[in-house]
């Protein structure tokens, strides 16, 4: 208390939060705002108050009403074993993917075509098979290993050269692993 007055201006609360603290502490919360600020403000006068447990209140309360979830009414994650093969996290990365795969094609070295093929084959489990908005409409796990090899270019992976006059007359990338990473 500073000089007689209150340390909290309920005043400047706006009227919702001042209803759910009434509810709170079960203040009549009729008479209209006015009559409802001066409640609260008495009450909290003469109410010896858990700062922390307070605010926890408060920002829960402000959370539901939201429509968020509160700490405690978040559901816990099941552990991996209860999980659907689907739903459980892939043990590797798409960097990790590509390597084992790469490793199993002949000489260490494929298309991206390839590479996705013995990705598929040996981790569909794990891939995300949605396919992606906009005009390519591919699947999100391909494009995805496109932009992984493309953005460990040099430092997991090299372009070797292309192959020229495919089926569809266009050039395809040969991929292997990056000198340093072929261990």
């Known amino acids: 208390d500073m000089a007689g ?3 909290v201006r309920f005043s400047n609360l706006p009227f919702p939060a001042l209803q759910r603290y009434a509810r709170h502490y079960g203040l009549d919360a009729g008479e209209g705002e006015e009559g ?5 403000e008495e009450h909290f006068a003469h109410t010896v108050v ?16 939201r429509g968020m979830r509160t700490p405690e ?15 459980r996290k892939a043990q590797v990365t798409y960097s990790d993917m590509i390597s084992q795969a790469l490793k199993q094609l002949p000489s260490h070295q494929g ?7 013995v990705i598929e084959m040996q981790f569909a489990r794990y891939l995300n098979h949605e396919l992606e908005s906009g005009p390519r409409r591919v699947p999100v796990w391909k494009a995805s290993v496109r932009k992984i090899i493309n ?11 292309t192959i020229g006059n495919t089926a569809m007359g266009a050039n395809k990338a040969v991929f292997c692993l990056a000198p340093r990473t072929q261990r």
């Open 5 to 7: 007055g209150p340390l």
């Open 36 to 40: 409802l600020i001066q409640r609260i």
């Open 50 to 65: 858990n700062e922390h447990e307070a605010l926890s209140a408060f920002v829960n309360a402000n959370a539901r009403s």
């Open 73 to 87: 009414e978040t559901p816990r994650r099941p552990a991996s074993r209860d999980m659907t093969p689907r739903k």
């Open 111 to 117: 298309t991206l075509e390839e590479i996705c093929d």
């Open 151 to 161: 953005l460990n270019y040099g430092r997991r992976f090299q372009r070797l050269n």
